[in-house]
């Protein structure tokens, strides 16, 4: 079995986990252009061992006003999901999807609903072409969902990697619609043993 | 004004009026100034967990609790502050998501926090200010040259204490 050491990813190992971002990522980007009838880009996954304290730099700084959407792995595979939009963004989405004229500032019960179900649908897409990939049963948990600062809710993906280790080890990509007003991050986070289990039964 | 230092995830620094402390989006992590008012020495750790008695590979000890408030003691006595002038504020320990299974994670914040004070009182250090709990992030500002701790929500007013 290999044993995945943070401190010596290897180039093979990097390119794997870089390939199942770009296979996740793309999957739930698909999905996330159908649920909004119009063309969504994305950028190659960042595979990034990051210290904790560098871990909102990636999403715009611990301040940034974000919406996270987060799914519980478990079973072979655990760690976290994460699929987060800035504010604008989330907004944005939710008048599409709801058929309003306007970009309100403030979200109805209704909305946050519909928020909870695009993250599941676009993180079942992204997580369910990784099983696939891999062939192993991931259970996802309902969605989770929490408006505000960036660092605040990283900080639930940081403890549970904070258990293991100094670090944490991420796959990030970013999306965007093509006239920028949708702007958001895919973030997967298995733990350890789960990136073991990932590669191993990819071969490696 | 002095310089603002910032203080990230598991992570401790200290000062000296004028300068601030600041840490940035704090969560189920809990944010810890100890603070000496009369050499106005300051000192903030973001801990994340805890217990470092019950995890491995922990070198880092401004990732938990008990290490956390050790490790700044240590490093403000470097600076000048009396260990038994110190007195505490502590903020954080939010539930950022409301989950419903019966997972450890759902209580990190709160455990943050009551591992943070009982290491306080076990040092007989006073907390003398504590904003926690809820499910809100927080952003903190510590001036030593006042005392005050800044704490900054999305859509809640600034709270001084």
């Known amino acids: 079995m ?129 099983s696939t990939l891999i062939n192993i049963r991931i259970n996802a948990s309902v969605p989770y969902l929490s408006i505000d600062m960036a660092g605040a809710i990283l900080s639930v993906p940081a403890i549970e990697f904070g258990k293991v280790g100094d670090k944490a080890l991420i796959i990030e990509t970013q999306f965007s619609k093509d006239d920028s007003d949708v702007n958001g991050y895919f973030i997967l986070i298995p733990t350890l043993e789960s990136y073991d289990v990932i590669l191993t039964s990819l071969g490696l | 004004m002095g ?42 750790v973001h801990v994340m967990l805890p217990d470092s008695t019950k995890i491995k590979n922990s070198e880092n000890a401004a990732k938990f609790a008990d290490t956390g408030i050790d490790a700044l003691i240590l490093r403000l006595a470097a600076i000048g502050a009396n260990r038994s002038r110190l007195i505490a504020k502590i903020a954080g320990g939010a539930q950022m998501f409301a989950f419903t299974s019966d997972n450890d994670m759902l209580r990190i914040g709160e455990r943050n926090t009551e591992a943070s004070k009982l290491k306080l009182q076990s040092l007989g250090i006073h907390i003398v200010a504590e904003d926690t709990g809820l499910n809100y992030g927080r952003t903190l500002e510590f001036y030593p040259e006042t005392g005050e701790l800044y704490i900054k929500s999305v859509g809640r007013p600034l709270k001084i204490m």
């Open chain 1, 2 to 130: 290999s044993n995945i050491n943070l401190d010596q990813i290897d180039s093979m190992q990097y390119d794997v986990l870089t390939e199942i971002g770009n296979i996740g990522a793309g999957n739930a980007t698909t999905a996330l252009s159908t649920m909004i009838n119009g063309k969504v880009d994305m950028c190659v996954p960042k595979v990034a061992l990051l210290e904790f304290k560098d871990l909102p730099d990636m999403v715009g700084g611990a301040e940034n006003l974000v919406v996270g959407i987060l799914i519980t792995l478990e079973g072979e595979i655990n760690g976290m999901m994460m699929f987060m939009l800035e504010q604008k963004s989330a907004y944005h989405l939710v008048n599409l999807l709801m058929g309003k004229a306007q970009d309100d500032e403030a979200f109805t019960e209704m909305e946050f609903s519909a928020l909870k179900e695009i993250g599941n649908i676009i993180a079942g897409a992204y997580l369910s072409s990784l």
């Open chain 2, 3 to 44: 310089e603002m230092i910032k203080i990230g995830m598991a992570d401790l620094k200290v000062c000296t009026a004028p300068n601030v402390l600041t840490t940035l989006g704090l969560g189920s992590c809990v944010g810890i100034v100890l603070y000496d008012s009369f050499s106005k020495t300051a000192g903030m």
